[in-house]
């Protein structure tokens, strides 16, 4: 076993763990946050995407003892049903998800790009967005979804943009 303590959506957690231990089983199966998604275990479909010291990471390989002294986000530290993060609250309004099985990687890779980058070009989204896979919107509501978000972070009014958009 080896110890380990990361800050998980701003809580401090301390475990032991097996040094074979997956970021992803940790956080699913150890923490119970089950938001982050377990799909194909070879970094191909992106659903196991969290943050990383602010990076978007694959968990699905990423050991949890390499996480040690991290600071890690999940989808549940996004935001919550009464306060949405402006890239969840542009899936909704962009009606970016259907099944939602990859939601969570996509929120948080846009969430990691729009703190780089607040103001991305659609070029920049779609690249940002290349590690996760879609398999029942296609991508435009989701690279609008990132637009809208970053659009609301730069200060513009939400309900305004909404509206905007049930209007056409």
């Known amino acids: 076993m080896a110890k380990i303590s990361v800050c998980v959506n701003g809580e401090r957690i301390d475990r032991d763990v097996e040094p074979r231990r997956l970021l992803v089983e940790f956080l699913r199966e150890d923490l119970r946050l089950t938001g982050t998604h377990v799909g194909c275990d070879t970094t191909q479909c992106g659903c196991c995407t969290v943050r990383l010291n602010g990076d978007a990471i694959k968990s699905c390989t990423i050991l949890a003892v390499q996480a040690d ?46 703190d780089r980058n607040p103001d991305p070009s659609e070029s920049e989204i779609r690249h940002a967005l290349d590690g996760n896979i879609c398999r029942c919107t296609g991508y435009q509501g989701i690279v609008e979804a990132v637009q809208f978000a970053a659009r609301v972070m730069a200060g513009e009014d939400p309900a305004e943009l909404e509206a905007a958009r049930a209007a056409h």
Do not use: K, N, W, Y
């Open 69 to 114: 002294g991290g600071t890690i986000e999940t989808i549940e530290g996004a935001g919550t049903v009464d306060a949405l993060h402006p890239v969840q609250r542009g899936f909704r309004a962009c009606h970016a998800l259907q099944c939602g099985f990859c939601t969570p990687g996509m929120i948080m890779s846009s969430v990691a790009l729009l």
